[in-house]
């Protein structure tokens, strides 16, 4: 009796009907099928069904967006289990540092690789956006997306920057006092802002509960909604730009044809009744 | 005009059996436009895949050079002992550079404001939608009004001294008008350049400056502000 293969075993459990009834789908052998596994799932269904075969191309974007969203994702994991070891208070703060150092299994590591994606996506970020901008990416009809774009490096810096004040050393005290001192600068209500985002007049036990909350909790909610905004715009807005200057390339004819009968039908035609 | 369009209109009453429509039909010549239809792609299981690879070669990269690159972390914070200099994380570092040039207001205010006031506007003023060279026509005005940006710059900037400004502002300027005199068959480089739109120009020029203003306020600044050469 001959054991099925790796691919009949998978073959047989995509067809249970538990399966199914998690994915909306069997085994993804059709277009239909893959279609479906797009937009029958949540978390897929922001990105195309279909993608043009020249934008997955490396050089047609060097995957800067994907690179942007893995480090938002490594950021998000390691930010979470750093949490588990972290007091957002002046006293703790900097012993908590101590302690991810000698105590903690792998703190060294954990703090490292939050700090390296940190750093790393800022500058993703920027290239990202340099990238689309020579690439012609921002033109109609993807101009609001370019601007959410705008959105999320403002966000980016934002968290990177709030995050720079948690670990309570010399090197964040100072960098926070330097940025927010360039805040009360704003003419009318650049004291009251700086105020407020400190929580007092001096960097002090308020000032990093709040920026402890604006970067645990406001900036990457904000953050994880428009990455799902610009995710959604580019399926909606056609795809990724392949970029003007190989659609230039592309040959293109326009040609007068006598259309014996133009039809226009408004209203349900017979083959989406079939379809449906 | 031509001949009247002939046209009929049917509904029926049954939706199921006979769905509800109006058909037009006309007789005329309609231009179509024919591209290259290009090669599409399922994005399952084309895309997923490809992405779950690069996360995958990506997340190692990332924690093999992490398992090697400390994270920096000095001495408990002290509001008493200011360090000299005090630094702001590094991507804010070229807004402290310009911060020690221009006033406070100008350098930490208006100028991140237009900054990003500018990058947000980009697709709603770009009406060189076909990316028209800067040097294709109109080009004695152009140069005028090109060179006569290019002298407010190194004005306001050279009042200040602010030479990290004014160096690749110079550099730029500089090669705009290379690429304007240059012979039509020119090198590679000043081909490339002439093909470039103005939008093209700007965009560099202040990428140039950005990392210029970042690199000085990264490497070269030491006690006070003063100029250091950071391996010494």
Redesign the interface.
């Known amino acids: 009796m001959a054991y099925p293969s790796r691919e009949q075993w998978l073959e047989r459990l995509r067809n249970t009907r538990v399966w199914k009834s998690v994915f909306r789908r069997g085994p ?1 052998r059709t ?1 239909r099928t ?2 479906l ?2 937009f029958g799932n949540l978390f ?1 269904h922001v ?8 934008s ?1 191309r490396v050089r047609a974007t060097y ?1 800067l967006g ?2 942007a969203f ?1 480090l938002f ?2 950021l998000t994991v390691t930010g979470i289990l750093l949490m588990l070891y972290y007091h957002p208070a ?1 006293l703790e703060a ?1 012993s908590d ?2 302690d991810l ?1 000698f105590v903690v299994s792998n703190g ?2 954990l ?7 940190a ?2 996506m ?1 500058l993703v970020v920027f290239w990202h ?2 990238h689309v ?2 690439r ?1 990416g ?3 009809p ?3 997306n ?2 959410v774009g ?1 959105v999320l ?2 966000l980016t ?1 934002f968290l ?2 709030t995050g ?1 004040l948690l ?9 926070i ?3 927010t001192n ?1 805040i009360g ?3 009318l209500v ?1 004291h009251r802002t700086r105020f407020l985002l400190l929580g007092g007049n ?3 036990e308020n000032a990093l509960l709040r920026f402890y909350v604006l970067h645990c909790v406001i900036l990457p909610l904000l953050a994880g909604l428009f990455i799902a905004v610009h995710f959604w715009r580019i399926q909606k807005d056609g795809g990724l730009s ?1 970029g ?1 200057s190989e659609e230039r390339k ?21 083959e989406r ?1 079939e379809q449906l | 005009m031509s001949e009247k369009n002939s046209y009929e209109v049917g509904f029926g009453s049954d939706a199921v059996k006979n769905p509800q429509r109006i058909v037009f039909i006309t007789k005329k010549t309609s231009a179509k436009v024919k591209g290259a239809q290009p090669r599409q792609l399922m994005s399952y299981p084309h895309v997923v895949l490809r992405e779950i690879i690069a996360f995958e070669i990506f997340t190692v990269a990332l924690v093999v050079v992490a398992l090697f690159w400390d994270a920096p972390l000095e001495q408990l914070a002290n509001p008493l002992l200011t360090p000299n200099p005090a630094k702001a994380p590094w991507y804010f570092l070229g807004l402290q550079e310009l911060l020690h040039y221009l006033p406070p207001v100008v350098a930490g205010v208006l100028i991140p404001t237009l900054v990003v006031v500018g990058l947000v506007v980009i697709p709603y003023f770009d009406v060189n939608i076909k990316g028209e060279p800067l040097w294709a026509s109109n080009r004695r005005r152009r140069l005028a009004a090109f060179m006569g940006g290019v002298a407010v710059l190194l004005i306001v900037f050279g009042i200040h001294e602010a030479f990290d400004v004014v160096v690749p502002t110079v550099a730029f300027a500089a090669l705009a008008l290379a690429a304007y005199f240059a012979p039509p068959q020119g090198g590679r480089l000043m081909r490339y350049l002439r093909a470039q739109p103005l939008s093209w120009w700007i965009m560099s020029w202040f990428i140039a400056v950005s990392l210029t203003l970042t690199l000085v306020g990264t490497f070269f600044r030491g006690p006070g502000w003063s100029l250091v050469w950071s391996w010494r």
């Open positions: 993804a277009n893959r279609s596994a797009i897929l990105v195309p069904a279909k993608v043009r075969e020249k997955l995957y994907s690179f893995f994702i490594v002046a900097y540092m101590k150092r060294v590591l703090r490292n690789l939050h700090r390296l994606a750093q790393t800022v956006m340099y901008f020579y012609g921002y033109r109609p993807r101009e609001f370019w601007v705008v490096l403002l810096l990177s920057y720079y670990p309570w050393d010399q090197l964040a005290f100072w960098a006092t330097v940025g360039i600068y704003v003419p650049g001096i960097i002090g392949v003007e592309e040959p293109l004819s326009v040609e007068a044809t006598q259309v014996e009968q133009e039809t226009v039908t408004v209203g349900e035609s017979d009744k």
